[in-house]
């Protein structure tokens, strides 16, 4: 069973800046995609960035040009630096991988499969 345990939120100003982590209970370039989701109250689970093998990176308008995902494989952890904070960047941020492989039928057949894996969430609060 793969575990990501997520680290870094915290209350913070306008303007100002975190980074979460996302430590994962194996290599992370087994995954075929890497991610943060976030949920504001009342709101729908969004999806913030995800890197992706043979997709590059992709990141919501939102938060284009101000949050930045990294990686290293050494701490199978990955990360997601966040500046230029603004209010409504309130939400729980949760990280995301996912395995795309393929599930064998009773009959033989191969159907593609998508696991996907979760953090616990992590609280980030912008306000001053």
């Known amino acids: 069973q793969v575990q990501l345990v997520e680290s870094g939120g915290g209350l913070v100003q306008p303007g100002g800046s975190l980074r979460l982590s996302c430590a994962a209970s194996?290599?992370?370039?087994?995954?075929?995609?890497m991610g943060w989701y976030r949920q504001a109250p009342g709101k729908e689970r969004e999806l913030v960035a995800m890197i992706g093998s043979g997709v590059g990176t992709d990141y919501a308008d939102s938060v284009k040009g101000r949050f930045t995902l990294s990686s290293d494989n050494a701490k199978n952890t990955f990360y997601q630096q966040m500046n230029s904070l603004k209010p409504e960047d309130t939400a729980v941020y949760y990280c995301?991988?996912?395995?795309?492989?393929?599930?064998?039928?009773?009959?033989?057949?191969?159907?593609?499969?998508?696991?996907?894996?979760w953090g616990q969430g992590t609280q980030v609060t912008v306000s001053s």
């Open positions: 995301n991988a996912a395995l795309l492989d393929f599930a064998e039928t009773p009959k033989g057949a191969l159907n593609p499969r998508k696991r996907d894996y």
């Open positions: 194996r290599p992370i370039f087994s995954f075929n995609t």
